[in-house]
Each structure stands twice: as C-alpha cells, then as structure tokens.
C-alpha cells in the first residue's frame, strides 16, 4: 500500500543517514586521537576528559595468581598534581590476602552487592556470593540521601545474610570496594566528588558531594532508623565503621585485563553506558606536572561517552533523543552506542516513525479501534494488520522491524570499532613495525558486548576491517569478566587494614 511504502521510506532515509562507510570510521578514529591528545593536553581541552588515574609498575608478565594494587593514601607527596587518585599496580606476594570482602557496583540501572571469600596467597577466590538489585526509577532523579538509603539498605540486608564461615575475623571492621561508574574526580583512594551525571541519572544535589561520604551518611542514618530489621540494625552499627575503596569501573576492568593478561593496554565497556580506558605513557601527558619519574604509565579514564564529533553519523530521531534527554549536548557517542539508548530510544523513535507515516495513529482509527466490541478485538487486529502489519503473521513488519535493529546496532557496533582504533592510533599500535609480534589485548565487558551477539561480531569484523589483516593479527578482543564487580573486591583486599 501507499502507507507502507511511506513507512518503508523512512525507514530507508533512516539507513543512509546511519552509514558508516569505512571512510568515515577512519575519520571518527582520527578525530578520537585528536580529542584524547587536547584532552590530556590540558584540563577541559576536549569532550574527552582522560582523567589521571596514576598506574604505575603494572604487572607485564608477571607469575602470581594473584594481583595486588595499591593505592597512595593521599596525594601530599606529589604537589600541584591534579590527577584523580594514585594506582599502584603491582604483583605484591608477600601479603597473605585472605578473608572477607565486600564489593558494591553501582552500575546503570542495577546495582550488585558481592561478598568474597578469599583463600590467601595461593587460594584465590574461594567463594562469592552476590545479589542483584534494581534501583527504581524514581530515586534516579530524586535526591541524593533517598538514593544512597536504598543503596545502603540492601547492603546492610545483604551483609545480613552473611552465612557459616563467612564473617569477618574477630576484631576486623568489614572492608568494601566500591565502584561507581559515573565521572568522579577522585580525592583519594576513599573518596571522590561525582563532577556529572550519566546514563538516565540526574540527581542535582549528589553532583560535586564526596560519593564515599554520600554511602557513609547514609549508613548512619539507616542505623538510626528503627524500621529495619533487629539484625540489620544490630549490623548497621558495624557497617558504619565500614572501610571503603572508591574505584571507577573502568579503571577496575582494565586492572583486572591486565592481571590475567599482561598485554592488555585498553578496556573497554559497553553496558548501560560507555567508557574506555588504557594505558598511557607519562611523558605523553602534558597536562601532568608531577614529580613522578616520567618513564612510568598511567591508566587513563577516557570517559569516551561523551566524545562527540562532526564526523559522527547522527539522525533527527539522534538528536531528538539527545534534547529530550536529561543531559542535552552531553554523551554523544554514548547516546549512539550504548545499551541504554539503542533499542528503548533509537529503535523506538524510528519505529514511532513509521507508525506515524502509515496512519496508524488517524484519530478515526482510534475511535474504531476503541469502539470496537466484539470479543476477540477484530477491529483492532485488522487496524494492526491492515495499517501497521504488526501480527505475527506479518513476516514483512518482522523484518522490517528486524532490519530497523541492524541499521541501529551495526552504527553502535562499527562507531565503537573506531573509538578503539582511535586509541590504538594514539598508543601508535593501529601499524605493524618491522614484522613485530607484539600483541595489544583490549579488555572488553558490559551487559551490551556480553550479550548481544550480533554487536560484538560487527564490531569484531569492523575492527579487522579498519585494522587490515595483518595488524589485527596482533590484536585481541577480550571478555574481561567482571573487572567492576569482583575487581573491586580484590581491591578492598589488596589495601586491606589488616593485611
Ligand atoms: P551497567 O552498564 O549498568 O554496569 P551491564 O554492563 O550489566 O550494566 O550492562 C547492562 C546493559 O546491557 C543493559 O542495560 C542493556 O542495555 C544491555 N544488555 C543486557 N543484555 C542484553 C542483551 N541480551 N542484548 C542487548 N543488550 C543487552
Ligand atoms: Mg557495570
């Protein structure tokens, strides 16, 4: 009919407008390495904010099953030094890390409490337990103290349910790493001030508080409560005196990357959101002016959500999704490739679209629609069918609706091939020299590469394609599993009180 032709239009307009040619991912790769050199040029140099996170010594090659980081307590050693907080990595064997730990992720739209047991030197993670809890949509635009009283009730539940064998020793408080996967400029190894919002939060009185302190207050005020259980209130007064490490995601999935393999150089997430690190050299970091020995690496926060460039194919459903986001202007290539916006915001728009085009929302539809009183509906089903094809009979709408998921997920899928050429291009590992070998292993998690099959073979496939066959040889794509989650924990044992 003349309506699906209208409908089928857009739907093309949409595709060309969606194109990633290979010509314009290389110009999307060039453009990264332009923003990450004005970002790490200078403070506020670029969208792209390559926060400091000082590593040094990371393990290459080393022999322990076990990693051990360390964090400088404070930063009064290294004056005038504006980088977040300071990351030791190193493959520490003299320590004997055992015990419990506690981890909480707080993620997109979940957060995760998790309790290791760890078994010492040579016993690894002996046990772990987590829970999954999903955080209601109203605390993610209310107030801080609501949000962090949830956060720090499930935790105080969860604790409470603490089995045989798996409480802290006699005398030990209980030590938590907790990783927060929005922007935070840390402050120390235990604190940190969240500089903005992502991912569908937008919580105003949160932006610029010490997060660690946020939980901590929070914890206070639940003991204080006399609504929660007699256990947990009786657990509460422990908690209070809980120790935290604050560590960001993806500086956690790098670090754990490089502890199973040591020719990991960059991570990347793609959950919820989005965000790369890597490791850079230090001379090749203007906007630090430590007195640290130069000769040493750091890992960078890109904080690449919110890369945006010319070069980037948006669409008029893009950038309405952008305006009627929380954060307008802000987290462009998020808002292109990330888990959050694909599907409920991008394919919606579109379909929404061709919905309108075919008539389907005709005000005398409706009403026929509405008034229709038959019992099995048969209006309705033939509106759906006649106008918009939507029963499962309809194997046109199927696959149109079908082809409408690949046009969106393979621009996400090749945009965020580029964004890692344009690290590999900084980091100069995008050529082979001299018949090298060396292998550049990017660290890969989140719900979105996990799971979504199609994704990762397109951006798999685009990487080869940007690369060529013989550098990509010599790179590798993989799943580092749960750098944000159990990472944390290994944290929190690593700079234990007690060890
Ligand atoms: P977060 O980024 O919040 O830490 P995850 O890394 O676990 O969380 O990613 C969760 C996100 O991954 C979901 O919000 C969703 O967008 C995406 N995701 C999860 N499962 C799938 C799937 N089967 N297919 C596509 N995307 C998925
Ligand atoms: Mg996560």
Aim: hydrophobic content about 40%.
């Amino acid at each position: 009919s003349r309506k699906w032709a209208r409908a089928m239009a857009i739907l093309r307009e949409f595709e060309e407008n969606c194109g990633t040619p290979i010509g314009k991912l290389r110009q999307v790769a060039d453009a990264m390495t332009v923003e990450m050199h004005a970002g790490l040029a200078s403070e506020g140099g670029s969208k792209l904010k390559m926060l400091i996170s000082y590593v040094d010594n990371l393990p290459s090659g080393f022999t322990t099953d076990f990693p051990y980081f360390s964090y400088t307590r404070d930063q009064g050693n290294f004056p005038g030094i504006d980088f977040s907080y300071v990351v030791l990595v190193s493959y520490h064997v003299d320590k004997d890390e055992k015990g419990l730990f506690y981890a909480l992720d707080l993620g997109g739209t979940n957060f995760r409490v998790i309790r290791v047991l760890l078994g010492g030197k040579h016993g690894g993670v002996v046990k772990q337990e987590f829970e999954e809890v999903s955080i209601p949509p109203h605390l993610m635009t209310g107030s801080s103290d609501a949000l962090f009283d949830y956060i720090a009730a499930a935790l105080a539940r969860f604790v409470a349910t603490e089995g045989e064998g798996l409480h802290p020793s006699p005398g030990r408080q209980r030590e938590l790493g907790f990783t927060f996967s929005f922007p935070v400029r840390q402050t120390s190894i235990a604190s940190g001030n969240l500089m903005k919002w992502t991912k569908g939060f937008s919580i105003e009185d949160a932006v610029g508080q010490d997060v660690v302190g946020e939980l901590t207050k929070a914890m206070e005020r639940i003991g204080l409560d006399m609504c929660v259980s007699a256990l947990v209130s009786y657990l509460v007064g422990s908690l209070i005196g809980m120790i935290y490490n604050l560590v960001n995601d993806i500086v956690g999935t790098l670090a754990g990357g490089r502890f199973y393999n040591p020719d990991v150089i960059a991570a990347v997430i793609l959950g919820t959101g989005t965000n790369a690190a890597y490791v850079e050299r230090a001379h090749a970091i203007p906007k630090w002016h430590g007195l640290l020995p130069k000769s040493w690496e750091m890992v960078i926060n890109m904080e690449w959500g919110n890369f945006r460039s010319s070069h980037l194919p948006l669409t008029e459903y893009d950038q309405d999704l952008d305006a009627e986001s929380l954060n307008p202007g802000e987290q462009i290539f998020e808002k292109i490739i990330s888990g959050m916006y694909l599907g409920e915001e991008i394919v919606c728009r579109v379909l929404l679209k061709m919905a309108e085009e075919a008539g389907f929302f005709w005000t005398p539809n409706m009403s026929a629609m509405h008034h229709d009183t038959s019992s099995d509906l048969r209006v309705v089903g033939s509106k759906l069918k006649d106008i918009l094809e939507i029963p499962s009979t309809s194997l046109k709408m199927r696959k149109a609706i079908v082809e409408l998921c690949d046009i969106v997920a393979t621009r996400g899928a090749r945009l965020s091939a580029a964004g890692i050429v344009g690290i590999l291009k900084k980091l100069e590992r995008d050529t082979v020299k001299d018949g090298e070998k060396q292998k550049s292993v990017v660290a890969l998690d989140g719900g979105l590469y996990e799971h979504y099959s199609k994704f990762s073979t397109c951006m798999e496939s685009a990487l080869k394609e940007l690369l060529g066959e013989e550098v990509s040889d010599n790179i590798v794509i993989e799943h580092s599993n749960d750098g944000s989650g159990i990472g944390a924990a290994l944290l929190a044992a690593s700079h234990s009180q007690y060890l």
